[in-house]
């Protein structure tokens, strides 16, 4: 299937590594041009080196979509490379795992601004083009903790929550205008994220990460965590033509691992 992206532009977040790389890796076979952005340099431009090898045009952007001014390069440097954005995913690493009590005042602004603030920050920047051109696709990689909230990553649970109620209201504001916004939660997927909240719940649990991977292929009724390029083969068909009359969903992608009926 031609999902219709050749040519388009795409802004993915955090696309250096883990599950904004493999979102950029499907976008870019697709035929989009990139705009590709991490706080790690190095990683960043091995990953715009391999995804040139697609034939597409990437632009790596070094920054920190936790502050505004690290959202203002990127966007910049999008603007100054393609002059516009068809296609935004937004993206962040997950905040620390633990229980309320663990983390401070400040480790919850720290959480707000990176997993909220960062995608207000990013739709504000590049919604005003999609109006004009009356075509655009907004992409949010939230969390199966969203509709069913995960032990001890209360602030994943809560941040996240606040990015679908965001998106949900955005996609009737923006449906007139040809835009379509859409969630998509992954699951247990392996990313060097999962090893580190393994090691985690490992600690709290006094058992091995051993078997906290076991425990989480015993509760995913396919057996065994997701792999990056089934999220990101999502996100490319939302960001489609064909996915046009598709707005306002928060879709898994996590095995069946959600037990709820909507």
């Known amino acids: 299937m031609d999902l219709g992206l050749k040519g388009k532009v795409a802004l993915a977040a955090a696309s250096s590594e883990g599950l904004g790389r493999a979102v950029a890796e499907a976008l870019a076979v697709e035929g989009a041009d990139l705009v590709i952005c991490s706080r790690r340099e190095e990683p960043l431009e091995r990953a ?9 045009r990437v632009r790596a952007i070094p920054a920190n979509l ?3 001014e690290g959202v203002k390069k990127v966007v910049g440097g999008a603007m100054e490379a ?18 309320f009590e663990d983390h401070a ?13 960062s995608v207000l920050n990013l739709v504000r920047a590049v919604l005003p083009g999609m109006r004009e051109r009356k075509w655009g696709r907004i992409i949010n990689i ?6 069913q909230p995960s032990d001890n990553l209360i602030l994943s649970n809560s941040v996240r929550a606040a990015v679908t109620g965001f998106a949900r ?17 992954p699951g247990f997927t392996r990313t060097d994220r999962l090893t580190e909240l393994a090691e985690k719940r490992a600690q709290i649990k006094g058992c091995t990460p051993d078997d906290i991977w076991d425990l989480w292929h015993r509760e995913i009724p396919m057996g065994r965590v997701g792999d990056p390029r089934e ?12 996915a046009s009359y598709v707005t306002a969903q928060s879709i898994a992608v ?6 709820s009926l909507l």
Not at 87 to 99: D, F, Q, S
Not at 231 to 242: D, K, N, T
């Open 48 to 56: 715009r080196r391999e995804l040139e090898l697609h034939g597409v």
């Open 66 to 68: 936790t502050e505004p």
């Open 82 to 99: 393609f002059g516009r954005v068809d296609v935004l995913v937004t993206n962040t690493g997950g905040p620390p795992a633990g229980p």
């Open 105 to 117: 005042p400040e480790v919850w602004d720290l959480a707000v601004r990176q997993n909220l603030f």
């Open 142 to 147: 939230t969390s199966i903790a969203v509709k």
């Open 169 to 185: 209201t955005l996609a009737t504001e923006t449906a007139g205008d040809g835009i379509t916004v859409n969630n998509v939660m």
């Open 231 to 242: 999220m990101a083969s999502l996100v490319a068909y939302l960001a489609s033509e064909q």
């Open 254 to 259: 996590d095995g069946g691992w959600i037990r």
